[in-house]
Each structure stands twice: as structure tokens, then as C-alpha cells.
């Protein structure tokens, strides 16, 4: 017996019925959502299959939909970016799987490896680039599903010189 434990159930297990019921089939929450992504990053079998190379344009394809969310596989060859943007009301998580991408905001420009997970509420500005030298593959988890992706004028905030 434990006796750190926060939650000690006293008397029968069984009688506590709300303990007891399954995980959601769907993700209703921010951690929720991330560790759906996750789960799908280390299944390669969900995802391995959809990914192609397009030197024409990053190309997407829809992995899964559930109630009020949607999840995108993107494929990057090297040089491919997503353009300075937002992402109307919806709410999104996401995790690189293979290769890395490079994530610009207002705020600098940061490294994301495979495995690697950024999770942004609506209204957050990002431009995402594959600047390595091999292609990337990228899961996007969006809450509601993504209905527009208004573009934003390139705005960089390092000063080169
Ligand atoms: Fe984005």
C-alpha cells in the first residue's frame, strides 16, 4: 500500500461507477488531443502509407475525423513552407514525425525535430518551413476542423544584414 498516493478509494471499487468507465473514444481536451497525436506519431502503420513527396506543393491528406476535430498528415520536401498564417477559430496541436521543420512567429524561430509537438489556441500566427536538407512529415490536429487559414503578410523579426 502506497500511502503518497492523492486518492486512496475507501470500501468497494465497484460502487464507484464513474471510475470505472472507458477512456473516450474521442479527445475532448487539450491533453486529450495531444496524446491522440501521439498515438497515431508511434503507429507508423496509421500514417507511413499516406505520405508523398510533391516538389509541386506540400501535400495533405486528411487521416481521421471525429466530432468537431480533423487530423492532417503534411509531407515537406526540403525548401517547402506553409506561408505566414492563422488559424481562424480553431484551436490545433502539432507533431512532427519525421525530419524537422522550422516554426517562425513574432516571437523567434525554433528547431521542431521529429517528435517534437507545439499545441496553439485560435489566433496564433505561425509560418512553418522544412529548411533542412530532408524531407518532413508532420501531423496537424485541428479543434474545430480548420475551415479557413487566413494568410498573413511575411513579417520576419530577425534583422539580417
Ligand atoms: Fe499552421
Redesign the pocket.
Known amino acids: 500500500m502506497n500511502s503518497d498516493n492523492d486518492l486512496q478509494i475507501a470500501g468497494d471499487i465497484l460502487e464507484v461507477p464513474h471510475l470505472l468507465q472507458p477512456p473516450r473514444e474521442h479527445p475532448a481536451t487539450v491533453a486529450e488531443f495531444a496524446g491522440m497525436a501521439r498515438s497515431i506519431a508511434n503507429d507508423r502503420s496509421q500514417w507511413a502509407h499516406h505520405v508523398r513527396y510533391d516538389a509541386t506543393a506540400r501535400w495533405y491528406h486528411r487521416l481521421r475525423t471525429g466530432p468537431g476535430y480533423e487530423v492532417w498528415l503534411l509531407s515537406w520536401v526540403p525548401g517547402q513552407g506553409?506561408g505566414r498564417?492563422?488559424?481562424g477559430r480553431s484551436s490545433?496541436v502539432?507533431t512532427v514525425l519525421e525530419g524537422s521543420l522550422t516554426e517562425h512567429t513574432r516571437r523567434g524561430a525554433r528547431t521542431l525535430a521529429a517528435g517534437a509537438q507545439r499545441v496553439?489556441a485560435p489566433g496564433?500566427v505561425?509560418e512553418?518551413l522544412n529548411d533542412a536538407l530532408e524531407p518532413a512529415v508532420s501531423l496537424?490536429v485541428y479543434y474545430p476542423g480548420l475551415t479557413e487559414?487566413p494568410m498573413h503578410a511575411a513579417q520576419r523579426c530577425e534583422a539580417r544584414v
Do not use: A, K, N, Q
Open positions: 506553409s498564417h492563422d488559424h490545433g502539432l496553439f496564433y505561425h512553418v496537424h487559414m
